[in-house]
């Protein structure tokens, strides 16, 4: 019964090494395949692996949407594009990483990409930023609203106001009560104060534009 049993044993383990001698062969294969492409200059990509699972979610703070329910990303992202130019996901973490930013400030157009960023800082082993997903900027359009377009409309550049002639002052003020909805109260309350003095809070940031 030993000699039965032992002999079982020794066949599991050359069954397994049989099994793993093909997997390496395989592996051997695919890498010379890459290696051929590569000396041929055929373009290519560089993807992040991810880890992730549609099955798992996760709590996040978002200084302007408040507790967000995540799920995690499980897409493979291009990092680097075939031209060598890196995608705005790669940049984002390193510069932002280098540049030591601790507040990203962007439209909530982005809100879809968050957990594929938090994935590369995780991976990266930066420190995660706080997030500031702002509403879009909106205009009136006839009887409808619309987003503000860089292209469209000249209002969305500051230069715009200054050839215009309006002051610096009242530009900054008209901003102010734009971004927290508290801010007509507070001048209204310190009519001389500089807005300076003015308790900025992300979280009176209008979430909906």
């Avoid at 590569?38 to 992040?48: E, G, I, K, M, S």
Wanted: aromatic share 10%; proline share 5%.
């Amino acid at each position: 019964m030993e000699k039965k049993g032992t002999l079982g044993k020794i066949l599991a383990i050359v069954g397994a090494l049989v099994v793993l001698g093909g997997a390496v062969a395989a592996i051997i294969h695919f890498w010379e395949e890459i290696k051929a492409k590569l000396d041929a200059d055929c373009p290519w990509v560089l993807r992040f692996r991810s880890e992730g699972s549609v099955e798992n979610q996760f709590k996040f703070d978002d200084l302007v949407k408040g507790k967000l329910t995540i799920t995690e990303n499980n897409v493979d992202h291009v990092l680097l594009k075939s031209d060598g130019i890196p995608t705005y996901h790669f940049a984002h973490a390193v510069d932002d990483h280098l540049m030591r930013t601790t507040h990203v400030v962007r439209g909530d157009e982005w809100l879809p990409t968050l957990p594929f960023h938090i994935q590369l800082f995780k991976a990266l082993g930066f420190k995660l930023p706080k997030y500031v997903h702002i509403g879009p900027l909106m205009k009136m359009d006839g009887t409808s609203k619309r987003k503000l377009s860089k292209r469209k409309d000249p209002e969305l550049a500051l230069t715009y106001y200054k050839a215009e002639g309006f002051p610096i002052a009242a530009v900054r003020e008209y901003i102010m009560t734009i971004l927290n909805s508290n801010f007509e109260d507070w001048r209204r309350a310190n009519p001389t104060a500089s807005s300076d003095d003015f308790k900025f809070s992300p979280k009176k940031l209008n979430p909906a534009g």
